[in-house]
Every structure is written in structure tokens, then in C-alpha cells.
């Protein structure tokens, strides 16, 4: 069974803060990453991709990779209370030819004020 | 640019009846994807349609079945309809490739009664 899993959390950090969420995946073959956020009420937002091992950085964001470890992370620097969301780790399982996109289960995030 | 269009927004629909939903990609995008959000198991992958060719399917039952349409309009088809169906259901557009990331709609909250 092709997963990506992720700790549900609540992870709850004070505001300025760095918020670290994590994800592992299954399949060694897959080439492509994504985090996605999510209000409640709202559908998933499409914050980061990362395809390459090494570290993305967009702003407060900054997206880490690891294929050897099948790890995933992102960082959110000087959280803000506006960060509270559900994140959600999504990956194209199976490589090359595979567009189907799992997502994880999300960690919910609150900054705290 | 437009985004993805999914209608209707909101459907109440009774047991053992059949719905129709739809959804309208990002202008130039030929890719499709149906997820099923429910609390408890999250995002649940249904299928993914490219150039009217259904590319990878999930483990759901046969109920559940889609559409993609010359102009990449898609539908999804959910038959007999089942309380545990109840569900946001979401769509996301894509160029094609995948590794670009999808744009979600707004999604359709179908409650079965």
C-alpha cells in the first residue's frame, strides 16, 4: 500500500516562532512533492513543491527533502497567528508516468498569540 | 485567469439515490482529479482523467465513476447513494504532467439523508 503519512498533531507554537511539520512516504520512486495548506471550511491551497533533495525556501516557507529517508518537511519561520491551518503533505507516488496524488492526513497547526 | 469550478456548492440527497457532480478546470489545463475529504480518513483519491482517458483510479466502489469531456469539463457520478458518502468532494486541475502541482475547486458538500 503506496502511503504518506503524517503526526496528525495539533502542533501549536507561540506566534514568531518556527513551525517544523513532517511527512514520510512509501515509495522511493516518487519524484514529486507538495505542501498544501488548509482552512477550515476552505479547500487545500497549494503552498510548496520541492523535487530535488535539498532545501526550498519561498519567503516564510522553506520546504526540506530527503529521498534516501523518504522525508519530507516544512519549515514556517515567524509563524503568525494568519498560519493556523490544517498542512497537508501530498505526493505523486510511482515515479515517472504516476499523476496520482496522496495526500497525507494533515497536521493541524495553531500559533498561539 | 479563472480557477476550478465545481458545482453546486452544497447537495442534501436521500439514500439510495444518484448525484452528478461537476467540475470545470483552469483554462488549459487537461487534467482532472476527484478526491473524497471526510474527517476521519482525510483525502481519499477517486480518479484522475487526462484528455478524456481515465489515467489511475482509487479504491473506491464501483458507484463511483467519472467523466472527462472533450472541452476537460469532468463529472463524477456516484450511484446508490450511501450515508457514508457524505463528504466534501473536491476536484483539482492540472497541465497534464502533475509535477506542477494541482488547483483545487471549492468542492461540492454532499449530505445524504
Redesign the interface.
Given at each position: 500500500q503506496k502511503e504518506v503519512e503524517q503526526n496528525s498533531g495539533p502542533l501549536s507554537v507561540p506566534e514568531g516562532a518556527i513551525a517544523s511539520l513532517n511527512c514520510t512516504y512509501s515509495d522511493r520512486g516518487s519524484?514529486?512533492f507538495?505542501w498544501y495548506r488548509q482552512y477550515s471550511g476552505?479547500?487545500?491551497?497549494?503552498i510548496m513543491?520541492i523535487?530535488s533533495n535539498g532545501d526550498k525556501e519561498d519567503g516564510r516557507f522553506t520546504a526540506q527533502l530527503n529521498k534516501a529517508s523518504q522525508y519530507v518537511s516544512l519549515l514556517i519561520r515567524d509563524s503568525q497567528p494568519s498560519d493556523s491551518a490544517t498542512y497537508?503533505c501530498a505526493v505523486?507516488l510511482g515515479g515517472a508516468g504516476?499523476?496520482?496524488?496522496?495526500?497525507?492526513?494533515?497536521t493541524k497547526l495553531s500559533v498561539i498569540p | 485567469k479563472a480557477g476550478v469550478t465545481q458545482t453546486p456548492r452544497y447537495l442534501i440527497k436521500t439514500r439510495g439515490q444518484q448525484v452528478t457532480l461537476s467540475c470545470s478546470p483552469i483554462s488549459g489545463h487537461r487534467s482532472v482529479s476527484w478526491y473524497q475529504q471526510t474527517p476521519g480518513q482525510g483525502l481519499q483519491f477517486l480518479f484522475e482523467y487526462f484528455s478524456e482517458t481515465q489515467r489511475n483510479k482509487g479504491n473506491f466502489p464501483g458507484r463511483f465513476s467519472g467523466r472527462q469531456f472533450s472541452n476537460s469539463r469532468s463529472e463524477m457520478n456516484v450511484s446508490t447513494l450511501e450515508l457514508g458518502d457524505s463528504a466534501l468532494y473536491l476536484c483539482a486541475s492540472s497541465s497534464g504532467q502533475g509535477a506542477r502541482g494541482y488547483t483545487f475547486g471549492s468542492g461540492t458538500r454532499l449530505t445524504v439523508v
Open positions: 519524484q514529486s507538495f476552505k479547500s487545500p491551497e497549494l513543491s523535487y497537508l505523486i504516476s499523476y496520482q496524488l496522496t495526500f497525507g492526513k494533515g | -
